[in-house]
């Protein structure tokens, strides 16, 4: 594909959640999330219903005209987990997404995933070394010098159930795992 193809689905079907947010400083809330619809032909009215709606589900709605800088650590990993779903991408990258977070902001990053995957039929990508983080997930690879070593899938087990399931691998693993 020639680099507008890529350019295209990218921004049509890919969203990315970074460990460190990537957000502008320079810019609101709102303004970092609406910026990838900025440079899709949605209307002004569509990119407003859709903010209200992914900044309902993730809880920052009230946030939308402050700066990075004046909100918490959470706040911002939810500000760039708007920004990676707004344009309703079909696949979402998310790398190390609660790593800078504490166990409360965290939790609530990861169930607001997991409702965002269930009513919006996006699916996410997450490259973690949490177990905690692992146990939100309907499938769970574990890599071990680069390969598959082995892979876990939720069914209908609960989350604490597939928790203990993924600390019993690391154990196999001897704790280094990454997935």
């Known amino acids: 594909m020639k680099d507008r193809q890529l350019s295209s689905i990218r921004r049509q079907h890919l969203g990315f959640i970074f460990q460190d947010y990537n957000l502008l400083d320079t810019l609101t809330v709102k303004e970092n999330i609406l910026l990838p619809v900025s440079l899709t032909k949605i209307s002004k009215n569509q990119a407003e219903t859709e903010f209200r709606a992914i900044s309902g589900i993730l809880g920052i709605t009230e946030l939308a ?35 800078a977070l504490d166990s ?6 990861l169930e607001n995933l997991d409702e965002i995957n269930q009513t919006r039929q996006v ?31 939720r069914g209908e087990k ?18 280094g795992t990454q997935k």
């Open 65 to 99: 005209n402050k700066y990075p800088s004046e909100i918490s650590g959470g706040q911002k990993q939810r500000t760039s987990a708007a920004r990676a779903l707004i344009h309703s991408p079909s696949l979402v990258f998310a790398d190390e997404p609660t790593g």
């Open 123 to 153: 699916t996410i990508v997450m490259v973690t070394h949490d177990p905690l983080a692992s146990s939100y997930c309907n499938r769970v690879v574990f890599l071990k010098d680069g390969r598959i070593f082995s892979e876990l899938y």
């Open 104 to 109: 409360k902001a965290a939790s609530n990053l």
């Open 158 to 175: 609960t989350r604490e159930s597939l928790f203990k399931d993924i600390l019993d691998m690391q154990a196999v693993l001897g704790g």
